[in-house]
């Protein structure tokens, strides 16, 4: 009797002398588009409480999170009990849409002209008054430019 006793004693303090472990912490898809979702999968034992940081908060031991990172985001999941925490991450990387380039080419039969009238000082292009365009929106990169 004495024996099982010690037993059962010797069990409740090797479970609870050990930190808890984290078996995995993964994110779905890696790298994504701005604007799409990944998941976050975690599988988690031994511990009291599991929390996600970014929002996400107390979790269970094993679980999945859909997440929406609009820029390279760290996950960190940290699973704790009485004997100390430990902490894994998970990485997301996110690709920012490059912008684009249109070549405009002059076409010598719908040149245009910039200009602005008495009463309406705006940007028109076109050969004529007639043929002429009010919502026009013209954008320069001058980053590369030299002085």
Known sequence: MLV????????????????PGIGSFVVSSNPIKIGQSTTLSWY?????????????????????KIVY??????YRLTATNDAGS??????????QQQPSTI??????????RV????WNYGLD????????????FLSFDISRASV
């Open 115 to 118: 200009w602005s009238g008495n």
């Open 125 to 136: 292009i076109g050969d004529t008054n007639e043929n002429s365009g009010s919502q026009v």
């Open 103 to 112: 070549t405009l080419t002059n076409i010598f039969s719908e040149g245009g």
């Open 86 to 95: 430990v902490s894994a991450i998970a990485v997301c990387n996110v690709m």
């Open 44 to 64: 988690v034992y031994g511990a009291k409480t599991i929390t996600i940081d970014h929002g996400t908060g107390n979790v269970k031991f094993v679980g999945t």
């Open 4 to 19: 099982a006793f010690l037993l059962l004693v010797s069990i409740g303090i090797c479970a609870d002398s050990y930190p």
């Open 69 to 74: 990172p609009t820029t390279d985001t760290v």
